[in-house]
């Protein structure tokens, strides 16, 4: 028996834990029949308390009828209406009493009396003579609250008539007229019953046991009916229990264990009779329901605790007997577990047990020998899994490894830093899970390649991500086992972005370094030529006085020096690398672009309305943001030259936002636009000289506004594609150095409001109606301008002015026409004419000029417009 001392044991264990299941069984049998019990008991007591109520309801519905029929007597109608009309009335009550006592009392063993009443209450006829006569409403109340309209029949609940001086329940019914149909009644009949009729049907205990009982109760929680085991019960017992409170509250019938008016445990069902007025209750002791389940409760009692007993006495012995070497060899694998590889187990039995202590020590001896032998090689393998991931983790490229499936075997510190998300949590995942769609189609297709050539690839790609998109060189090679089996594909992708950029700027550096030097050269000998033009032409302009054509020759030769040197000026301009620092104040960017809106809004509103054209403007993303450094006239050059090429890139109307926010210090003002969008060819040489995609201009607008940003030490950048159009996004140092404070636009409002004058501006040229709105304004005067003759009448109809500075070659409405209008205005404004024409005055002679203040032909001289202005309104004065 060496071997088999455990495995008996364990036998004899299992087979006293087998009597478990017998207890179990016995126990659930025993709940099974105690509910089985219950729920057939109560579905008797159920059909019982039905069956009740039905039988209740066929006794009371045949009483009901009885009085019915006695109300439709003929011979108690006719008597009736004898005595309301008073015919022979003694006689006749007499009789009708006789009648009553012989031919209707006798009918119904359960009827006590039967009485006649008028509708004052009062007794005309009754069984019973002392009632003869008396008023019974005091005493009874049986005719007040009925209602009649609904039902034949009224039901007076059981109480102690004293009508009849004994317990019982009335039974009202209207007797009526004959032949008449009259809602009034003759009187009403009064049938008192005895409590007994009701009491048989409750009485009866077949059936229910030797505590079963059935009775009814009143609204007022009051036993009505005789109980099993209080004597003199109706009308005196009070039954305040759960299912009589639940169908006074809720209406809720009941049916389950409760206690009993008695304060006993009962089994019971209720059932509410709303007709009448009554709950009705069938019940039985819990004790007696469940007596039969006595015996069986005691028996899987002593079954259980005799099987607990049983199993615990073997178990401990069990226990017992293994539980010491267990702990012995618990403590030395404890042991060496801690690193004690020294430590063995002496155990000295020819068991299974002793055979496991002696398999324990040779085990021990072994893995003492591996661990010595391992220990070296551990230690290097430390050592080069830290190399490993320090170099992974510390160089600048995005590192990971993908199983053949595709899915994140490992990512690397900066992979990490690139997508927000830890290795743990893209551990599984695929490229298209992490990246997005149209980058992590291209790495899949070399994945392919990988795949199949077992070869590494090298390509680049752009991915997008929140800090905008990114170029990387990218490396794909395959991993393979010792076996020479492919198992994983490694990636190394090297961020070029900043590279690419600053190779773009480095190309473009040398182009405007090259053109600077090209551009200081064809200035200083190209001014020194057109200096030399232009004051010839000044001296012959002087001396040509009178000679209108040559004069016009000599004006267009001098415009068009002035332009000449305007174009090198603005070449010498964006090649510039330094600014005035006398010219650098604070600046708010929101200010700035505010002003922007509102000097072009002629442009971008009034002018595009009338060519049918819808222009929006989103500034809700204009955020607070701090004060730049910089020079506000060449900023303002800036976002101008930016907010224009967004309108002419929106040639069918369009939206424009404009947004600012502050980020590490720097300031950022982004204009999008929803226009055609460009190319990449085209985004490539936009900030180069002389590079335009419009039909007019010279292409110096986008590198001049590059040369600003740069002198302001900022960097613009542009995303773009066709017909999704472009977002310009600058970024420029925010300061916190106290500069002199940028005039605000209030201030300036301050100023150009000082005078009380009004001028009504009409000029259809845009740049020649803000200089001159400008000039205007800065000189104290309140200017409303406008670009068309209609716009000017409908202002003239609505506000006062005090001088009309109209372009008499506008093409909606005449000169002339204005001026009849003029005249049905209460306020007639001083009229000064804007005219295109040199000769204008000889054209308007013979007393026509009468008409107008002044005209100033064009070119305008600026000081002429406010010479004649102040002196129209020095005259007025």
Not at 177 to 194: N, T, V, W
Not at 614 to 624: E, R, V
Not at 658 to 676: C, H, N, P, Q, R
Not at 713 to 721: P, W, Y
Request: glycine content about 6%; proline content about 3%; hydrophobic content about 40%.
């Amino acid at each position: 028996m060496k071997s088999f001392n455990i495995k008996w044991k364990i036998l004899l264990f299992g087979l006293c834990a087998a009597l478990i299941p017998i207890a179990l069984i016995t126990t659930m049998y025993y709940l099974y029949l105690r509910t089985e019990i219950r729920d057939r008991e109560i579905n008797r007591f159920t059909a019982l308390a039905k069956a009740k109520k039905n039988y209740l309801l066929l006794c009371i519905a045949s009483k009901e009828n009885r009085v019915i029929d006695f109300c439709s007597d003929g011979y108690i109608r006719e008597s009736l209406e004898k005595i309301t009309h008073g015919e022979y009335r003694s006689t006749i009550i007499q009789s009708l009493t006789k009648y009553l006592k012989t031919a209707k009392l006798p009918i119904d063993t359960h009827m006590l009396g039967i009485h006649i009443v008028d509708t004052e209450y009062n007794v005309i006829v009754s069984t019973d003579e002392k009632m003869a006569g008396k008023n019974i409403y005091t005493e009874e109340k049986l005719l007040t609250n009925m209602d009649f309209t609904q039902k034949k029949v009224y039901l007076y609940p059981i109480h102690f008539c004293s009508l009849c001086g004994m317990k019982g329940f009335h039974i009202i019914s209207p007797i009526h007229h004959l032949g008449i149909s009259r809602k009034e009644p003759l009187g009403y009949l009064i049938a008192c019953f005895d409590v007994s009729a009701i009491n048989e049907i409750f009485t009866d205990y077949r059936n229910i046991g030797d505590t079963g009982e059935v009775y009814l109760v009143n609204r007022d929680k009051i036993m009505i009916t005789e109980s099993r085991f209080v004597k003199d019960a109706p009308l005196q017992q009070k039954v305040d229990t759960e299912p009589v409170r639940k169908i006074l509250e809720s209406s809720q019938e009941m049916v389950g264990i409760y206690t009993d008016y008695r304060e006993r445990q009962v089994v019971g069902v209720s059932i509410d009779i709303p007709d009448c007025q009554w709950i009705l209750l069938a019940e039985t002791d819990k004790a007696e329901l469940f007596a039969s389940l006595k015996t069986l409760g005691i028996i899987s009692l002593v079954l259980g605790v005799s099987v607990c007993l049983l199993v615990s006495c073997t178990g401990t012995l069990f226990a017992a007997s293994i539980s010491r070497p267990i702990q012995k060899l618990k403590a030395a694998t404890k042991s060496f577990s801690a690193g004690n590889f020294k430590g063995r187990v002496s155990l000295h039995r020819n068991d299974e047990l002793g055979e496991l202590a002696n398999s324990f020590n040779s085990m021990a001896d072994t893995i003492e020998r591996e661990i010595q032998y391992s220990s070296h090689t551990m230690s290097e393998l430390v050592k080069s899994e830290l190399k490993y991931r320090s170099i992974i983790n510390n160089t600048t490229a995005l590192i990971s490894i993908i199983d053949m499936n595709g899915r994140y075997l490992l990512i690397n510190k900066e992979y990490e830093n690139f997508i927000h998300k830890k290795t743990e949590e893209v551990a599984g995942k695929t490229v298209h899970d992490i990246l997005p769609r149209k980058a992590a189609d291209e790495i899949v297709i070399h994945d392919k390649k990988v795949f199949e050539t077992k070869q590494p690839v090298q390509y680049k790609i752009q991915v997008d991500s929140d800090t905008g998109q990114h170029t990387f060189i990218s490396v794909k090679f395959p991993i393979f086992k010792a076996d020479g089996i492919m198992y994983a594909i490694g990636s190394i992708s090297t961020d070029i972005t900043d590279l690419k950029k600053m190779e773009a700027e480095l190309l473009h550096a040398q182009k405007l370094q090259g053109l600077g030097v090209m551009a200081s050269g064809i200035a200083h000998e190209l001014n020194n030529i057109l200096a030399v033009i232009d004051a010839n032409i000044q001296l012959l302009i002087k001396e040509s006085k009178g000679r209108i054509k040559l004069l016009q020759a000599l004006s267009i030769i001098r415009e068009q020096c002035i332009d000449g040197a305007e174009v090198v000026r603005r070449m010498k301009e964006f090649t510039s690398t330094s600014v005035d620092p006398r010219k650098m104040i604070q600046v708010n960017m929101n200010s700035l672009v505010k002003n922007i809106i509102v000097f072009t809004k002629p442009l971008w509103k009034n002018i595009a309305e009338g060519k049918g054209l819808k222009y929006q403007l989103n500034t809700d993303c204009l955020k607070n943001v701090p004060n730049i450094k910089g020079n506000p006239p060449e900023l303002r050059e800036v976002v101008l030259n930016i907010f224009l090429n967004a309108l002419d890139a929106m040639p069918e109307g369009g939206t424009i936002s404009l947004s600012t926010w502050e980020k590490e210090g720097y300031v950022f003002l982004s204009i999008a636009d929803t226009g055609t969008g460009m190319t990449d060819e085209v985004k490539a040489k936009i900030f180069d000289p002389f590079f335009t995609t419009k039909k007019k201009g010279m292409g110096l607008g986008m590198s001049v506004v590059y040369g600003i940003v740069k002198r302001h030490g900022g960097t613009i950048e542009v995303q773009s594609q066709p017909g999704k159009g472009s977002t310009f996004t600058l970024k420029f140092p925010a300061t916190a150095e106290e500069l002199p404070p940028q005039p605000s636009s209030k201030d300036d409002a301050g100023k150009k409001r000082k005078s009380k004058y009004r001028i009504l501006l009409v000029e259809d040229e845009l740049a020649i109606g803000k200089i001159l709105e400008n000039l205007l304004s800065d000189n104290g005067y309140i200017v409303q301008y406008v670009n068309e003759g209609r716009k000017a009448i409908d202002l003239l109809s609505k506000e006062c002015f005090d001088l009309m500075l109209y372009d008499i070659g506008l093409p909606d409405v005449s000169v002339w026409d204005i001026i009849k209008f003029i005249e049905t205005v209460e306020k007639k404004p001083k009229i000064g004419i804007l005219a295109g024409i040199p000769d204008i005055k000889e054209k308007y002679k013979n007393g026509q000029l009468l008409a107008f203040d002044f005209i100033i032909t064009s070119p305008y001289e600026l000081e002429e417009v406010l010479s004649s202005v102040r002196r129209v309104f020095d005259n007025t004065v």
